[in-house]
């Protein structure tokens, strides 16, 4: 069964660092790699999707990785802004039944301090 | 842009009622999601759709049913709600489920079940 696991679970930095959350899975046969982004009390906003070919992907001042064999994905952030802050989510999309679903990790809450 | 939206923010219910949770998305989407999302448990899977009048149990359906007799709808029914249904509710829709299709959610439903 996929466990998805995100440390750390709360992270705050102040304002221009760089920095990177850390995702964690058992089973290395998935189809891709989801990045999200949650705003307190909102849905969840897709911002960096891997496929299971892939290393990685960039938009902006995001760039995630993938390293399959070693069950892993980061989300570099470059340069963060206090509009940053929210909870990061991965997900991993497992094939089931008819079509496939994602399994969450339970998320980092990031504050970018002014 | 695709929109998914969801028919209420906030719901406050007595224990014991029947509860309806409408998800509407407008861009012609096969599949569509219904999770929960707790703190400590991040998301997971209730029900979900690829057609319309086809249903798959997800991870946690009990004392859940859902009912899809359009596309571009996706109903959560809560037969008689319980307390330890409240909780955050997220809708998603995706176009087919394959390994570059993301899942687009919407703004969610917060329930309270007294």
């Known amino acids: 069964k996929q466990e998805v696991t995100q440390i750390p679970a709360a992270l705050s930095v102040p304002e221009g660092e760089n920095l990177v959350l850390n995702c964690s899975f058992t089973d290395s046969a998935i189809y891709n790699l989801q990045w999200f982004r949650q705003d307190p009390g909102k849905g969840l906003t897709s911002l960096l999707l891997?496929?299971?070919?892939?290393r990685e992907q960039t938009s902006g001042r995001l760039n995630a990785s993938l390293d399959k064999s070693s069950g892993r994905s980061t989300l570099y952030i470059a340069a963060s802004q206090p509009g940053d802050s929210a909870t990061y989510l991965c997900?991993?999309?497992?094939?089931?039944?008819?079509?496939?679903?994602?399994?969450f990790g339970t998320g980092t809450l990031l504050a970018v301090q002014p | 842009d695709v929109k998914v939206t969801q028919s209420s923010r906030y719901l406050v219910k007595r224990t014991g009622e029947k509860v309806f949770l409408e998800c509407v998305q407008d861009?012609?989407?096969?599949?569509m999601f219904w999770y929960r999302q707790d703190p400590g448990l991040g998301l997971r899977l209730i029900y979900f759709s690829y057609d319309v009048k086809m249903k798959e149990k997800g991870d946690i359906p009990e004392g859940y049913s859902v009912s899809r007799e359009k596309k571009e709808r996706f109903s959560l029914i809560l037969e008689s709600a319980s307390t330890n249904q409240t909780s955050m509710y997220l809708c998603?829709?995706?176009?087919?489920?394959?390994?570059?299709?993301?899942?687009?959610f919407g703004p969610g439903t917060r329930l309270t079940v007294l």
């Open positions: 997900a991993i999309m497992n094939y089931g039944g008819a079509t496939n679903k994602l399994i």
């Open positions: 891997i496929q299971s070919s892939q």
């Open positions: 998603a829709s995706s176009l087919r489920g394959v390994s570059t299709d993301t899942q687009y």
């Open positions: 861009m012609d989407h096969e599949n």
